[in-house]
């Protein structure tokens, strides 16, 4: 599946859930899901009842459009997170925290996912002083994440930082803003990461 392109307020609205996809616009109050809490589409206000499956696809869409991933990458993730030892659901979610693009942004270098993404493939981040452009790469505890020298300066990521005294910083990275660079210090703990996602009922839904 390739990854969607069109109007990201409008998942947010049909998903009825805050997905963190328009970075500064969601914190200035201005976010379409804000203004017009409810579906798009002429019958969006008629709120139906949803079945089990349609909770659990609901659930696994906004995983898949919150962290930016395919049906195939999320089919990957989800193998990977049963294979490993604990609970599934919260394996799959401390597994996705870890990709590069992702990391970028909880450090605060990007004000959504997206633009984390779209700063690694064109080549703006640095793993261990190596440039790494595969936003898919799981950062291991540890690795320093920073922003080559020459983009320290760009304004969507000066703009970003200066967002993270409003949004605060996630406990799990250590980040120096003058030097634009953080340590991933350590794989979260599934209570710690606040996201409007009830992962249960996605093992729910690829069990079946």
């Known amino acids: 599946m390739a990854r969607y392109r069109g109007p990201v307020e409008k998942i947010e609205r049909r998903l009825d859930a805050d997905l963190g996809l328009k970075g500064e616009r969601r ?10 809490p409810f579906a798009p589409g002429q019958h969006g206000q008629r709120r139906a009842k949803i079945s089990e499956y349609g909770l659990q696809l609901r659930e696994k869409q906004k995983a898949k459009f919150m962290y930016g991933v395919s049906e195939k990458q999320f089919r990957k993730y989800f193998k990977e997170a049963a294979r490993r030892e604990g609970n599934t ?16 942004f909880r450090m605060g270098f990007a004000t959504t996912r997206a633009n984390a993404r779209q700063f690694t493939t064109h080549g703006h981040v640095l793993v261990d002083g190596k ?19 020459k983009s320290k300066t760009n304004p969507q990521i000066v703009r970003a930082l200066e967002l993270t005294n409003q949004t605060g ?3 799990w990275v250590n980040v120096d803003k003058d030097k634009v660079f ?4 350590r794989i979260p703990a599934r209570e710690e990461v606040v996201i ?7 093992v729910e839904l690829y069990s079946k």
Not at 182 to 185: Q, V
């Open 89 to 104: 659901g919260a394996n799959l979610i401390t597994l996705i925290e870890q990709r590069l693009d992702n990391v970028v």
């Open 182 to 185: 953080g340590i991933f210090t």
């Open 196 to 202: 409007p996602v009830e992962e249960r009922l996605i």
């Open 27 to 36: 914190l200035s109050g201005k976010s379409a899901l804000e203004k017009r």
């Open 169 to 171: 910083m996630v406990d």
């Open 131 to 149: 440039k790494v452009n595969i936003p898919s790469y799981l950062v291991k505890p540890g690795q320093k994440i920073e922003i080559k020298e």
